[in-house]
């Protein structure tokens, strides 16, 4: 039987609200609601989208829970601290998902140190790959879940990458360095970075240096789940002139008493790890990721190596941060939540050039 779902869309005028709705608009069980936002409430939404063609003429609404709780599912595309109080007054059976970071850390401490104020709760974590050391499966969270917290697009890629060395017991987790190239729409709408064409484009730069990025204690979090004990991540994101895309390296010491490893076996862990999954796949020997090969597409592209004279795993992951790294997942994660199959209407295949 088949069964459409009404979504509404709160944060519809962003970046990530408004990737959700390009996805939604090709999701054969999806209808698309209402479309809320604050400062941008009562334009079009063509005029925050002019691709979104089929949306173009509808109006953005002010943001009120009322409207909202008249759907089966509402997703909160908001700025970190918005969703948890707008979250409180929806109804219990609808499904939310927060792309925001309000519910994603099981520690209201790290919270507090990270974001400061108190600790709006936590979700299910929309992750359904995470490798939970454990034996239970974040799909069967998933499934059951009302409430969903869509990943940091920088933390589904180290995640990714580096999770299934942890999990074999391979890597040391309190020895890691992850370096990412990160796309600009990372950043929001808002123009929280220094946005000009003309100094963005001919720049590589760093930010949040020196351990303060939010999402360092949600990926010690991730490799937790997977078996790690003490986690220590040093942690250096670079904006580099693109729209879309993370590269994320991280590399790792061997696990204690491991005194080497062979490259067959060293993959032989990472492919075993995603050999059932559709949305990660582990290149072949010898390739490496691009932002380019995943542009588009839900995508994760994973590769290993073992760099023998510094005594380090390499693990490198490309990902779309709007698609895998925000609205593909959330869908992918919401499918599940909705007892549909979890690829429906998420694309592998991305767009080139
Ligand atoms: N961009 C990305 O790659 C990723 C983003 N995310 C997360 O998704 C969320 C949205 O990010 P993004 O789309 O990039 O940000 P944008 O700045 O592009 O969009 C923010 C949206 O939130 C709306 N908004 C702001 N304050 C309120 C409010 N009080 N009530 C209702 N709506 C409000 C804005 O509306 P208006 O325009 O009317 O002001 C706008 O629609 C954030 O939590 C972000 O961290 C997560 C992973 C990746
Ligand atoms: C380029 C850029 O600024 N990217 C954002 C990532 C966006 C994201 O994942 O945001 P939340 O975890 O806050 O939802 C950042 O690094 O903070």
């Not at 979090?221 to 729209?243: E, H, I, K, W």
């Not at 491991?258 to 290149?283: H, I, P, Q, S, T």
Request: charged share 15%; aromatic share 4%; hydrophobic share 45%.
């Amino acid at each position: 039987m088949r069964m459409t779902f009404s979504v509404a869309v709160t944060g519809a005028s962003g970046y990530a609200g408004g990737e959700f709705l390009r996805l939604a608009l090709q999701h054969p069980e999806l209808e698309i609601g209402a479309l809320t936002a604050n400062a941008s409430a009562g334009t079009t939404l063509g005029e925050h989208h002019p691709h979104l063609r089929a949306l173009a003429p509808r109006v953005i609404e002010p943001t009120d829970a009322a409207r909202l709780a008249e759907h089966d599912v509402i997703v909160l595309a908001l700025p970190h601290g918005t969703s948890g109080p707008i979250a409180g007054q929806l109804p219990d059976n609808a499904i939310v998902v927060d792309l925001g970071a309000d519910h994603r850390l099981e520690s209201a401490a790290d919270w507090t140190t990270y974001y400061g104020g108190d600790h709006p709760g936590t979700w299910a974590y929309g992750l359904p790959e995470l490798i939970r050391a454990a034996g239970d499966r974040q799909r069967e969270r998933l499934a059951e879940a009302r409430r969903i917290a869509v990943p940091g697009c920088n933390v589904t890629a180290v995640t990714l990458g580096i999770q299934p060395g942890v999990a074999a017991g391979i890597i040391d987790p309190s020895d890691l360095v992850a370096v990412l190239s990160v796309g600009y729409s990372g950043a929001g709408k808002s123009l929280r970075q220094n946005l000009l064409a003309s100094e963005a484009l001919s720049s590589a730069a760093p930010y949040a240096v020196g351990g303060t990025h939010r999402h360092i204690p949600e990926i010690g979090q991730n490799l937790r789940a997977a078996g790690a004990g003490d986690v220590r991540l040093s942690f250096t994101p670079v904006l580099v002139p693109m729209s879309r895309g993370i590269l994320a390296t991280t590399t790792a010491r061997l696990a204690p008493g491991l005194k080497g490893v062979d490259a067959a076996e060293l993959r032989a862990a990472w492919v075993d790890a995603y050999c059932e999954e559709r949305f990660v796949e582990v290149l072949p020997e010898g390739q490496w990721p691009t932002t380019a090969m995943v542009q588009g597409s839900n995508t994760a592209l994973v590769q290993v190596a073992y760099d023998a004279t510094a005594g380090r795993i390499v693990a490198v992951s490309a990902i779309d941060n709007l698609v895998k790294g925000t609205a593909g997942g959330a869908i992918q994660s919401l499918n599940l939540a909705l007892g549909l199959p979890e690829h429906l209407g998420l694309p592998v295949n991305g767009v080139a050039p």
